[in-house]
């Protein structure tokens, strides 16, 4: 007999319960994302920038939005009934973050919440952005990476949004600044993925830290800047590290990535996977994942790894571990997932052969040491979105995909329903922070506790538990 579960959010001084059992069963979605923003890498020998419209900045274009609105700023509002269509698609694969939206939409845990968000602009964010405002808040938003935007989902919602695909750094920190600097409005909460909001409020607006309850800080190089601050004694207040929660680790970075890096590299590069030759730096999560789909297409996974533990988690899988220096000759393609700075640099891509590919699935576009190729004996050749050859003067090329940049964030479509769990705990996160009581966190980086993780896997298995068949829901938690 099936058991009817209830979920429990815990909020200050009160326990609220609320049904799980949902009455939409949906027809589960394609993951897949149907949107120009995700398939416009893969047109041959496209322009990035076709239509003359896109050749004006949103930045000098007035726009306004189906409630009358202009304060944002995006590519074009005309994109919005695309975007909602993709939003909706997101939904219906977003169950855990549906669910959440569901339990606690009467509540409204986050009224007076005022979150200033720097996320990536994408369908799925959207779900986490509008479920954020079911729930009470309000909320304004940048993006935290200037090529990941969906333009027509960033059109969809046009409400307090300032991004587009293809930013510059002017306009990046000129998008973040219009979220924060506007008259009337201070947030008390940031949700941030990569640290960029927190660091322009520190350096801009540090007297709106007055108002702030905490931050919830997605991204691992964001985690290095609070404890940055934070050992420097300038972390003014409580901080929640969703990164390293097992429910992200666990899920976004292995089965995200394992599922991205082919779809990736077909995308830019039009790669044969059988029999190729490919390095992965770093058997971490995400190396972890990459090197498994590469392995299941039939290619030869060398890995590197500098952590005994990994390296023989490596062996022990089947991989070949090796030095990069060693391998970097030989290999077809080579991949950094370390979460490290300058794992390849020039000295290896000297030595890489013609046509070699070289990508970054791991920290931001630290980890390829992209300046050193800056010379002027070496030509950059932009061949379409995100694929650059970079000639040596005896003719060798590489290919280069994303300037170094994590190549899955702008070439690919990601799981949706894996970033459902993350988007849940970042949510789980904010009601926490918002509502906790005086005292309960000091100004530190706090990892999520281990209660709301549970939470954010409740509402993802209360769906499974509708979906998938009797072995698998015993296993779950009553
Ligand atoms: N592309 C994506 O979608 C995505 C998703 C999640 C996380 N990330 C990023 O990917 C990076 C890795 O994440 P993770 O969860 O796998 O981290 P992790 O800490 O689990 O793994 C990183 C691994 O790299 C190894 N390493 C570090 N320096 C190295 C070096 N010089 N040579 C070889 N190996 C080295 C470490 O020993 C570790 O095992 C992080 O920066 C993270 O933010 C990317």
């Given at each position: ?6 979920l ?5 001084e ?6 799980s ?7 589960r979605s394609?993951?897949?994302s149907?949107s ?7 047109s041959?020998g ?33 994109l919005?009934g695309?975007?909602?269509?993709e ?28 979150i200033?968000?720097?996320t ?19 909320c304004?938003?940048?993006?935290c990476?200037i ?16 991004a ?17 600097n ?5 947030p008390?909460m940031?949700?941030d993925d990569?640290?960029?909001m ?15 309850k ?7 190089t964001g985690?290095h ?7 420097a ?5 409580p ?7 097992v ?27 059988g029999?190729?030759q ?16 590469l ?7 060398y890995i590197?790894e ?13 991989f070949?571990?090796?030095?990069l220096?060693d391998?970097?000759?030989q ?9 490290n ?6 000295e ?9 590919v070289?990508?970054?699935m791991g ?8 300046n050193?190729?800056?010379?002027p ?6 061949v379409?979105?995100?694929v650059?050859?970079i ?8 290919v280069?995909?994303?300037?170094g940049r ?7 479509t990601?799981?949706?329903y ?7 705990t ?6 926490e ?10 100004q ?6 281990k209660?709301?993780g549970?939470n ?12 998938h068949?009797?072995e ?6 009553a």
């Open positions: 007999m099936r058991k009817v579960y209830s429990q959010i815990q909020y200050p009160q326990t609220r319960e609320f049904d059992r949902l009455t939409k069963t949906g027809r394609l993951s897949h149907i120009h923003s995700s398939t416009d890498s893969n041959s496209g322009s990035d920038a076709e239509n003359p419209e896109d050749e004006v900045s949103p930045r000098d274009m007035q726009q306004i939005n189906s409630k009358g609105n202009r304060d944002f700023c995006i590519k074009n509002i005309k919005a695309f975007g909602r269509r939003i909706e698609l997101a939904e219906d694969e977003m169950t855990a973050l549906m669910a959440l939206r569901k339990a606690a939409q009467s509540e409204k845990p986050l009224a007076a919440a005022k200033v968000g720097c990536h602009i994408t369908a799925q964010t959207a779900v986490l952005f509008e479920t954020l405002m079911v729930l009470g808040a309000q304004r938003w940048a993006a990476n090529y990941s935007t969906q333009d027509e989902v960033a059109a969809a919602l046009a409400e307090q949004v300032f587009w695909k293809g930013e510059s750094e002017d306009d990046f920190w000129w998008c973040i600044d219009r979220c924060v506007v008259e009337g409005w201070e008390n940031i949700l990569g640290g960029d927190t660091h322009w409020i520190y350096k801009k607006y540090p007297h709106l830290f007055k108002k702030v905490g931050i919830v800080e997605e991204s691992i985690i800047r609070l404890h940055h601050l934070s050992k004694g300038k972390l003014c207040v901080a929640i590290n969703v990164n390293d929660s429910t992200k680790q666990k899920f976004d970075n292995l089965y995200c990535c394992r599922e991205s890096i082919l779809d990736s590299l077909k995308k830019t590069a039009d790669i044969m996977f029999g190729k490919v390095a992965v730096c770093g058997y971490g999560e995400v190396g972890k994942g990459c090197s498994a789909a392995k299941a297409m039939g290619s030869i996974v590197t500098i952590d005994p533990i990994c390296a023989l988690q490596a062996c022990m899988d089947g070949r571990l090796a030095k220096g391998v970097v000759r290999v077809d393609m080579v991949i950094t997932c370390t979460g700075k300058n794992i390849v640099v020039r290896h891509m000297d030595l890489m052969k013609n046509g070699c070289v990508c970054n920290r931001s576009n630290t980890e390829i040491d992209v050193s190729l800056r010379t004996e070496l030509v950059w050749q932009h379409r979105a995100q650059d050859h000639i040596w003067p005896d003719g060798k090329r590489i280069l995909l994303a300037e994590v190549l899955n964030l702008s070439s690919s990601v799981p949706i894996v970033l459902s769990i993350t988007a849940t970042q949510a789980l996160a904010l009601i922070l918002f509502n906790a009581p005086e005292g309960r966190y000091k530190d980086v706090y990892l999520l506790p209660k709301l549970n954010a896997m409740d509402f993802q298995n209360s769906i499974l538990k509708q979906t068949t009797n698998i829901c015993v296993c779950l938690p």
